[in-house]
């Protein structure tokens, strides 16, 4: 069974400051996601990483993955009120043509503070 | 492009009544739709996966005669939660993915399920 770990699971940060958060998955995948959710609110896609060594970079986050160290990260870069949400990485498991599912990880819950 | 809605966005129900969601795709064909639970401050946790005109495929642990699942054109699929219980108040999310995406999902807005 594919296991998604992501950690910290509460990240509370002053504006402006750095952090990462880490999701690592137990079975080999190609293919992650990472989604922002407000409350209340459904998913917001933030990125896709295709492909070992992928990165990608959309204002002040920015996603990596390494496939065979089966980890996946997003960094957080001089944070800002707004980035306050809930983070969830998924991981893509195709078991054959139309057989494909996500698994999510259970969220990092992120709180800037002035 | 791409986008999911559900309908109703909310819900409050009875116990022991039965309330159907529905998910569809306004914009593309959805060959396969994804069914999502959500708890208060917890993950998706995937309840089933259905293809245009087949039978649904559910997660293990998932009460198959409980959450039934009808995905009868490729832009609609139903979710209808029978006999709902206050253990069944959560927030289903559906997805979409239509053929040329890459597999890439496309989710819906949710519905919140409340049962008394």
């Known amino acids: 069974e594919l296991k998604v770990e992501q950690n910290p699971l509460f990240l509370s940060m002053q504006e402006g400051k750095n952090y990462t958060i880490y999701c690592n998955y137990s079975t080999t995948s190609d293919r992650l996601y990472w989604y922002r959710q407000d409350p209340g609110k459904s998913l917001e896609s933030l990125f896709v990483l295709l492909s070992n060594g992928a990165v990608k970079q959309e204002g002040r986050l920015m996603a990596s993955l390494d496939t065979k160290a089966r980890l996946s990260t997003l960094h957080i870069t001089a944070a800002v009120h707004d980035l306050s949400a809930t983070y969830f990485c998924?991981?893509?498991?195709?078991?054959?043509?139309?057989?494909?599912?996500?698994?999510f990880g259970k969220g990092t819950l992120l709180t800037v503070n002035p | 492009g791409a986008v999911v809605s559900q309908h109703p966005s909310w819900v409050i129900c009875k116990s022991g009544t039965s309330v159907k969601i529905e998910c569809r795709s306004l914009?593309?064909?959805?060959?396969?739709m994804f069914w999502y639970r959500q708890f208060p401050k917890q993950s998706l946790m995937l309840m089933a996966t259905s293809n245009e005109g087949s039978k649904a495929t559910y997660e293990q642990g998932v009460e198959k005669d409980k959450f039934l699942i009808n995905h009868a054109s490729l832009t609609l699929s139903t979710l209808t939660v029978t006999s709902a219980h206050p253990e069944d108040s959560s927030f289903y999310i559906c997805?979409?993915?239509?053929?040329?995406?890459?597999?890439?999902?496309?989710f819906g807005p949710g519905t919140r399920l409340t049962v008394t």
């Open positions: 998924a991981v893509f498991v195709n078991s054959g043509g139309s057989n494909y599912k996500l698994t």
């Open positions: 997805s979409a993915a239509g053929t040329g995406f890459s597999y890439e999902q496309y």
């Open positions: 914009d593309f064909q959805a060959t396969t």
